[in-house]
């Protein structure tokens, strides 16, 4: 989806103009991938702009900071702030938000060490990542050749910027192939995760998603939808998934930041239908939280204007 242009970028403590927000050629993470990265919603609440779980993705930013060995000043704290004033000065009622942590310019070479690291944070309106159509009815899933990463090859916890050429190249398999998206395997043959997706089967009324050791990431709308299904008592596991699992699903969905909560009508072309009652229940309730609409998930909304 095309990025629509806003006012301002965050770019190490300062608020710079969207056109002046550059970077040089010789930028280290340009020619070697070395950065980690965030996907965050903010949406329209009745009590103006809510981050969705920003503390929460802003650990899990430090966290696959840490995994690389990038050493940056800032707190978890000044960052949820830098966040919050991002979208303040854009006035932005609900957008998507980048924040990116990366090497700099200033070295060459395959040692990140000497490094400077740079932190940006960029919003911007972005709708249904994988379109409207897609959240009402379903896409339409295919395996893909590529696999997941080896977790002793680059580890699958960290949203490292590099290693999301892996899900490049799935996702330009499957959109070749006339498929929607794609599903990597782990390199043990069970089902990971989708280019940017977790995935969810359900079977007999209980949800079923990949562990971590799969390679699937640890989503944090995947542990949102943990805790809908909890309370909707909707019995939750998490477990090792085969794609003939997948083939004979009586329900399947998918949940990320960007594609949100997504059924799927297919995989392989292997008919699994219209959005069912879990998927249905378990969608319409998240999309009620993220708006502020249930009392007990407004922690979950981290409001801009506070």
Known sequence: MPIEKVEKIWMNGS?????????????????????????IRAYSTDDGPAVFRLTDHIVRLRNSARMLLLDFDHTVESLVEAVKETVRVNNL?????????????????????????????????????????????????????????????????????????NSSLAKIEALKAGYDEAVLLSPQGYVSECTGENIFIVRDGR??????????????????????????????????ILRSDLYTADEAFLSGTAAEVVPVN??????IG??????????????????????RYKDWNEHVNA
């Open 15 to 39: 608020l710079v103009d969207w056109d002046d927000a550059k970077v040089h050629v010789l930028t280290h993470a340009l020619h070697y991938g070395y950065g980690v990265f965030e996907g």
């Open 266 to 271: 297919s995989v392989d072309d292997r008919e």
């Open 207 to 240: 949800i079923i998603t990949p562990p971590s050791s799969a390679g699937a990431l640890e989503g944090i709308t995947q542990d949102s939808l943990r805790t809908i299904a909890r309370d909707l008592d909707i019995d939750f596991e998490v477990g090792n």
């Open 93 to 165: 009622d609900s957008c998507y938000i980048r924040p990116l942590i990366y090497t700099g310019y200033g070295e060459m070479g395959l040692n990140p060490l000497p490094c400077t690291v740079d932190t940006t944070i960029a919003v911007w309106p972005w709708g249904a990542y994988l379109g409207d159509d897609s959240i009402k009815h379903g896409i339409r899933l295919k395996i893909s050749s590529w696999q997941r990463h080896d977790p002793n090859a680059i580890p699958p916890a960290c949203k490292a910027t590099g290693m999301y050429i």
């Open 274 to 295: 219209e959005p069912g009652p879990v998927t249905r229940a378990i969608q319409e309730t998240f999309y009620a939280a993220v708006a502020g609409k249930i009392d």
